[in-house]
């Protein structure tokens, strides 16, 4: 029961950070993390049937009160994204001006070349 427990608490999670926006990097290596979790966690419910162990997809009522969406809160879920959200489009925003940065100052450095003081100025 533990087992099964578990697996649904993994998809719940994996299922909210479905609706993030990872590109590749570490939180997309953690998020593929999640994905292998329940996978493993599927494996192994498999493996206890087959092995012939009980495996109920119903928690015990009594020993198991609380539902599992009270263990992942979906507005806790949906303020990370925003705030996740928010933290790549001021990154993105960076990144645009850390390039028209280096577009400027590349186009400088050739005016200069050219003999063109005052664009180069300009730039």
Known sequence: QS???ARNLVQQIQ???QEFDFRNGPLRRKFDGVKYAVKNLETFLYELSVTGASV???PDAKR???DLSLLVSVDEMTALEQRYRHRDELR???IKKSRDGQKAAKNAIYALHRGDRAK???L
């Open 120 to 122: 180069a100025q300009q």
């Open 64 to 66: 198991f009160k609380e």
């Open 92 to 94: 993105e925003t960076l």
């Open 3 to 5: 087992v099964v427990l």
């Open 56 to 58: 109920t997809e119903q």
């Open 15 to 17: 299922t909210q950070l």
